[in-house]
């Protein structure tokens, strides 16, 4: 089965930026809308931002401002710039796909196993 494969998290102070990389392995599969969740020790996992194909971007609240989505389409491989961090945003960070077609709001197709951000105070 494909799956998503992360990369670019660790433990960073206050203040500091990190970019986290999404790319599919395994099997050629075609990709729609991709973006970004995180869920804190205790939270309920929260979408963080959102990508289209054509690039159409969406972002939480508390984000804006501070981190960019960005994609390349040939590779299905999607970023997330994360600058000014605190420790509110110390949290597992999971890539997210769609498959191309797929145009139901809130459903997942493919998930990637999670990478840890931790902001020291």
């Known amino acids: 089965q494909v799956q998503l494969v992360e990369s670019g998290g660790g433990l960073v102070q206050a203040g500091g930026s990190l970019r986290l990389s999404c790319v599919p392995s395994?099997?050629?599969?075609?990709?729609?809308?991709m973006g970004w969740y995180r869920q804190a020790p205790g939270k309920q996992r929260d979408l963080v931002a959102t990508?289209?194909?054509?690039?159409?971007?969406t972002y939480a609240d508390s984000v804006k401002g501070r981190f960019t989505i960005s994609r390349d389409n040939a590779k299905n491989t999607v970023y997330l710039q994360m600058n000014s961090l605190n420790s509110e945003d110390t949290a597992v960070y999971y890539c997210?796909?769609?498959?191309?077609?797929?145009?139901?709001?809130?459903?997942?197709?493919?998930w990637g196993q999670g990478t840890q951000v931790t902001v020291s105070s």
């Open positions: 395994g099997s050629i599969f075609s990709i729609g809308t």
């Open positions: 997210a796909a769609q498959k191309r077609f797929n145009l139901r709001s809130g459903s997942v197709d493919y």
């Open positions: 990508i289209t194909r054509g690039g159409t971007t």
